[in-house]
Structure formats: structure tokens, C-alpha cells
């Protein structure tokens, strides 16, 4: 056996430790490879979230998150304001810096990436209410203090398109946009110098001047190559991969971001001549638009305009009226006519808008088209589609995205739903989020299913009303159009269930029938029970004139009458219990459907309904108490109780009876020595009801009598002793 090489062990195990030591310093120097710090300030649409643990989003941070996905740097967010941030990447404390222009002043501390990531547009902002500044006047500036950025690129653009139009101001100096927005608001200053993109326009301010237009790049600390060539190639490779990146970033974060509220001469002419804005909507197309029980428009339409005229401060120079149209055609030919102003909603489709000689504003929501079919869906059942006459929505949106199926006419949109349901069409298409109410009633057994095709909807507007065309689509950008899409399924929820008095409208016939069959039924039985109740008798009567001859045959009559007597006692017990179960369940729906308000022919068949079903119900309690009489079940439960107490309650019962009738009930009864004896209340107050309820029938309803002038209430007395 070969000894161990002790030499060579101890070999290995020194390796094995000085390698042990060296990995964590080898790790930590590989994660300051990776770690890269990174200047983060707060501007709007920008770089917003700049505070441990808040929710970062922007343009720059979705640049910058999309380079590390392809660099696997570990990102330090360094936070503070503009200045304080660029005075420590110059120090070289920070390693990038985004959003800064390439100046050959700047060369000696700093390098840039090769590819620019926007191209800003820095103006002079003006307070919007400030009329001292006349348009297209710079000279008006002369004199008014101005808020600059320190150490920016913009306060240098400034001074030199100043001096181009021998301007003289004073200057404030800020630290960033969002200080010179606040002292803009207060006065303090008269106005400010800002990129349009990164401006928070939701402040009162308006652009007076464009003072330049300026390429930006992410700027890289000083002598860093490693760090620079890394950013180079990521951004090389999104150009190159994703050639529309930069384009779909500026649309989320720009579109809204560099509206703003000022108005151009061709707007402020609009609103001089009109004064009052024509929206014509379509009535019956919830969750988009609808009327409500009011008359006044439903749905997200009065959300989405009171949100526009509060963007564009238009709530005291512009009122809004509201006009309904039953179909989607009748809409877009009146705004052809010029009787409205603006529609909604249409399809944001650009063949769609010149097929109806409009123009599209920005899309305020965005659904999909579903297609309600019959069985089993598959590509057959888009062959044929049902589309109404009267909604060119629908039809173009067919023609436009199925050229070759066959197009079936209806008038409604009930006949196309109903040619669906009897197999005329393949499917009929329909907004998504408004199957959710056609599928309803007679069309519940239909199915939808999402084409997953979205659609766009927004405002129309008349080909050439340019004015309108641009106060609204700046006035959308400004509200952020994405919350309306959330919105409407407010409208979804509410739009109500199935109904008790759907159920009866839809359903009328049939219950009607069944009330009629129950009764028809429950009378039989009276009948054929009766016929067999005097067949018992005929057969009893036959066995007495028999007793006298025989006491054997009278024994085994009167056993025979005595089990047909309790067969009966017992099928019309059975009978009257199993009856009177769905008897309550139809005066249960009956009142439930009276609370709908129906129409009045409806209201009068639910009362007949009613009617009859409390007299068949009256009519099985009768037979119930007979029965129990005759079977000898009726049995008395005594227990304490208050005797006047319970004439109290009988007292209250007749005088219900009383209602609408000139009678009166008056009591006499002396005190009671014991109140609480032993007794069935139940029984004793049906006695009661019974003989008072005689006695309230007796005298005429106004309780006079034809042959005298004058006679006192009839009295119901009742003495306690």
C-alpha cells in the first residue's frame, strides 16, 4: 500500500486557503467593476422618484434601465438637486449623468456617449395669466427678472438669445426646474428657462419664446473608458435592435408632457365666435356614453370633458351642451351638417374618419371587438356578419379588418344578435366591453369571443375646424387619456343585472300560463275530491237504509266510508301543503315585479295576479283548517297569556279592516283582576277575527242607513271580564 505524499497535501491545502482568502477581495473589486453612480434629480417625465424607496419612472430611467440590461451594471442612485448633482460629477464623485448637451467648454471634465438620446427644446416660460409679455414681442422681457439653472447649458442658450434681441433682465439663480416653477406660481419671478419636455405643465405657465434647440447625451465621468465604451456598445445595440425604442418612450412620456394650455390666436377666434360647444354622443352606448334617468349624458363622456375644459382653463369661457342620437350614423351626419361640433365616440381609424369626413382627435380609451356567435366558433362563423344599417362603426370596422366576408343588413342591433341566434349570420361584432349588457335575456345563450383586435376610440371633429381639432387633442394630452380606459368599467359594473322585472317582462307569457294551469289544476282536484265526497256519502247513505238488515254489511260500510274519509283528509292535506308552496312563490315575484314601476298595461296583469293568487291561497288555509278538523289533528296549545293583550291585537286587525270606510270600532271592558289565564292565543284570535269581521260586514260602507237622515258610527263593542 502506497503511503500518502504528506508534502504534496500540504501543498494542496495552502493552495486551497490562500485561494479561499482571495475570492471575497476578488469578488468585492468585481462588484466595484460593476457598481456605476448614477446623478438622479427630480424632473417631471424625466428622472422622477429621486428619494430612497420611491417608485422610479421616466424617460431617461427607462434609457438607463434598458443599457443595463445589456451592461449588468448594479446602479447607485445618487439623489439631489440639479446643480449639487453636476458639481459632483464634475468632481468625478459620479459616474453618469443624463440629459447634458456636448459643450467643448466642458470637454476637460467630462465625455459624452457617442449617440444622443433626445433633442430638447428650451424656452422662456411666462405665468399664463401675465399679459405683460404681448406675443411675439421680445422686447417686453426688458426689465423683468428671469430664473436660470446654475452651471446649465440653458442659462448660456439664454444669455446669448437675449443679446441676439438686445434684451436686458435681471437674473435668479435655482438650483432646479422645479424651484423655478414654485417662484413662478408665488410671482417672484416673472419668468423661467426649461427644457419642454421636463417642464411640469400641470403649474399655471405658458411658453413666450423658443430660445434653442439642443441635442442631449449621457455624460460619463472623466478617464473612465471601460465604463464609456460599455455604454457606447448598449446603446448601439438598442438602435440596432430596437430601432423604434426612442420613438415609443417619447410618445409615453412626451405626449402629455410638452402640452400645455396656451392658446394660439386660431383658438382664442374659436372660442371668441362659439362661445358653446356642440358634443353629440351616442345615447345608448354605455360605457362610453348613454343619457340617464335625468336626461342628463351618462358614462365616462362628462368625465373626459369636464377634465378637458379644467386643463385648459376653459370652465368660465366655454359651456358644453350635450346632444343624443339614437345611432351611430344619425351622430356622424349631423356633425357633417354642422349641427354639432364634435362626436363621440368614433373608431380612431384614419379610412374610417375620411370615409365620415372627419377628423380623429387623441384616443381617449382603447377597447376590442368581439364577435357573439352560436355554438362552436371557428373561422366559418366570420364568413357571414350581421351589422345594422344604422352603425357605420361597425360596418367599416368589418370592411376594414374582414374584406372578404359577406356583410348581412338589419336595422338594429337586435335583429343582427337575433340572426345570429337563429343561424342567418355566422356572428355578429360587437364592443367588448359592452357584450357584457347584450348578452342579456332572450340572447343569453349566445357566446362572445375577443378578436383581439384593439380599437381605438376618441372625439370627432368636421374636416377643416382645425381650431377645435388642436383644443382638443392638446387639452387630452394634458388629462392623461389612459384613465378613462379604468374608468369605464365603473359603468360596466353598473349596468345592471338581471332583473326581477326583466325576468317578468321577458317571461310574462309563460308565468301568466302557469298562474293559469295551477289554478285550472287546484280546481280539478276540487272537483274530482268533491265527486268522490259524494260518491263516500251516496255509499253511506246506501249502507244505512242497510244496517237495518244487516249489521255485519253496516260494519263493513262504515269501515269503507271511514278510509275513504281519511284518504281524503289526507291527499287534500298533502295537496293544500305542496300547493300553497309555489302559490306564495308567485305573490312573492308578483310584488317584487309591482316595485319595478311597470308599464301600466303590465301593472294591471301583475294585479290581477295577485288578486287571484290570495284568493287561491285564502282558499288552501281553509281547506288546510278543514282537514285538520276532520282528520283530528287540530289540537289546542294552552299557555299563559295577557287576555287584554291579546284583544289588543284582534282590536288592531278590524280596524285595518276599516280603512277607506266611514266605521268606527269602540270598546267597553272593565279592568281584569287576573289579565294572564291559560289559553290557545292563535285560536282565540281567529274566533275573534271572525265574528268582529262579520260584524264589520254588516253595516253599509258609510255606515248610514237609506231610510234615515242621519245615524251615529256603527259600534263594534267588546266587553272583558
Known amino acids: 500500500m502506497r503511503k500518502p505524499n504528506i508534502r504534496r497535501i500540504l501543498s494542496l491545502l495552502l493552495c486551497t486557503l490562500l485561494i479561499l482568502g482571495a475570492l471575497p477581495a476578488a469578488l468585492a473589486a468585481e462588484d466595484d467593476r460593476a457598481t456605476v453612480r448614477v446623478a438622479y434629480f427630480e424632473s417631471a417625465h424625466f428622472l422622477e422618484g429621486a428619494a430612497d424607496g420611491a417608485a422610479k419612472r421616466g424617460y431617461a430611467y427607462e434609457i438607463l434601465h434598458e443599457i443595463t440590461n445589456r451592461t449588468g451594471w448594479h446602479c447607485e442612485y445618487v439623489y439631489g438637486d440639479w ?51 404681448a406675443a411675439d414681442d421680445p422686447q417686453s422681457l426688458n426689465g423683468k427678472r428671469i430664473g436660470l439653472i446654475r452651471n446649465n447649458n440653458m442659462s448660456d442658450e439664454f444669455f446669448a438669445w437675449a443679446a441676439e434681441h438686445g434684451i436686458e433682465t435681471e437674473y435668479a439663480w435655482f438650483d432646479d426646474v422645479d424651484a423655478m416653477t414654485l417662484a413662478l406660481d408665488d410671482r417672484t419671478i416673472d419668468g423661467f428657462v426649461g427644457s419642454e419636455n421636463n417642464v411640469d405643465h400641470t403649474h399655471p405657465s405658458r411658453i413666450f419664446a423658443r430660445v434653442a434647440e439642443t441635442r442631449s447625451h449621457i455624460a460619463v465621468r472623466k478617464n473612465a473608458p471601460e465604463l464609456k465604451r460599455a455604454l457606447d456598445d448598449a446603446m448601439e445595440a438598442i438602435e440596432r ?80 351642451r350635450f346632444l343624443p342620437y339614437t345611432t351611430y350614423n344619425a351622430m356622424i351626419d349631423a356633425l357633417g351638417q354642422g349641427e354639432i361640433d364634435a362626436a363621440f365616440p368614433v373608431m380612431n381609424s384614419v379610412w374610417h374618419a375620411d370615409e365620415c369626413g372627419m377628423t380623429e382627435t387623441e384616443t381617449v380609451v382603447r377597447s376590442s371587438i368581439s364577435a357573439v356567435y352560436t355554438g362552436d366558433f371557428g373561422p366559418d362563423k366570420l364568413k357571414t356578419i350581421a351589422v345594422s344599417r344604422n352603425a357605420r362603426l361597425q360596418e367599416d370596422f368589418a370592411r376594414e379588418y374582414f374584406p372578404g366576408s359577406e356583410l348581412m343588413y338589419f336595422d338594429t342591433m337586435k335583429e343582427c344578435l337575433n340572426a345570429v341566434k337563429y343561424g ?21 345563450q349566445l357566446s362572445e ?53 326583466a325576468f317578468l317582462r321577458d317571461n310574462a307569457l309563460t308565468i301568466l300560463t302557469l298562474v293559469i294551469a295551477v289554478a285550472a289544476a ?26 237495518q238488515k244487516n249489521r255485519d254489511e253496516l ?33 312573492g315575484y308578483t310584488a317584487i315585479a309591482m316595485k319595478q314601476e311597470p308599464k301600466p298595461a303590465v301593472r294591471e296583469s301583475l294585479t290581477k295576479i295577485g288578486q287571484s293568487s290570495e284568493l287561491l291561497l285564502t282558499l288552501i288555509n281553509d281547506v288546510l283548517d278543514i282537514s285538520r278538523i276532520e282528520s283530528g289533528t287540530a289540537k289546542l296549545s294552552p299557555a299563559p297569556a295577557d287576555l287584554t293583550k291579546t284583544e289588543d291585537e284582534v282590536l288592531a286587525v278590524i280596524r285595518g279592516f276599516l280603512t277607506g270606510r266611514e266605521l268606527t270600532v269602540e270598546t267597553e271592558r272593565a279592568p281584569l283582576a287576573h289579565p294572564y289565564v291559560l289559553l290557545d292565543a292563535v285560536r282565540l284570535r281567529e274566533v275573534l277575527i271572525n265574528i268582529l269581521g262579520n260584524a264589520v260586514k254588516s ?16 259600534r263594534t263593542k267588546g266587553t272583558s271580564s
Open 241 to 320: 435592435e430596437e430601432p423604434d425604442f426612442y420613438i415609443a418612450l417619447k410618445r409615453k412620456y412626451y405626449n402629455t408632457g410638452i402640452a400645455n394650455a396656451t392658446l394660439s390666436p386660431a383658438e382664442e377666434a374659436w372660442l371668441s365666435e362659439h362661445g358653446t360647444l356642440r358634443i353629440g354622443y351616442a345615447e345608448n352606448y354605455l360605457p362610453f356614453s348613454g343619457t340617464d334617468a335625468a336626461g342628463k349624458p351618462d358614462g365616462i363622456l362628462p368625465d373626459i370633458v369636464n377634465d378637458w375644459l379644467g386643463a385648459m382653463q376653459l370652465g368660465g369661457r366655454l359651456s358644453v
Open 424 to 444: 342567418y349570420a355566422g356572428c355578429s361584432l360587437y364592443n367588448g366591453t359592452r357584450t357584457l349588457q347584450a348578452l342579456r335575456g332572450e340572447f343569453a
Open 449 to 501: 369571443v375577443s378578436l383581439n383586435i384593439p380599437t381605438d376610440f376618441s372625439f370627432g371633429v368636421r374636416k377643416g375646424d382645425t381650431a377645435l381639432f388642436t383644443l382638443l387633442k392638446r387639452g387630452l394630452g394634458l388629462t392623461g387619456v389612459e384613465q378613462y380606459s379604468t374608468r369605464m368599467y365603473r359603468y360596466i359594473d353598473n349596468g345592471g343585472g338581471y332583473t326581477a322585472a
Open 522 to 547: 287546484f280546481c280539478l282536484v276540487i272537483l274530482v275530491f268533491l265527486g268522490k265526497a259524494r260518491t263516500a256519502e251516496t255509499a253511506t247513505a246506501r249502507l244505512n237504509l242497510q244496517l
Open 83 to 133: 446643480a449639487t448633482l453636476f458639481a459632483a460629477f464634475e468632481a468625478g464623485e459620479i459616474d453618469l449623468f443624463f440629459g447634458l448637451a456636448k459643450r467643448e467648454d466642458r470637454a476637460e471634465r467630462m465625455d459624452w456617449s457617442e449617440r444622443t438620446i433626445d433633442t430638447e427644446f428650451h424656452s422662456l416660460f411666462v405665468h399664463e395669466d401675465d399679459e405683460r409679455f
Open 699 to 714: 253595516p253599509p260602507t258609510a255606515g248610514r242607513s237609506p231610510s234615515r237622515r242621519r245615524t251615529a258610527p256603527a
Open 555 to 587: 260494519a263493513r260500510a262504515l269501515d269503507a266510508a271511514e278510509r275513504a274519509s281519511k284518504a281524503k283528509t289526507t291527499f287534500l292535506n298533502s295537496m293544500s301543503h305542496d300547493i300553497r308552496t309555489p302559490m306564495n312563490a308567485i305573490i
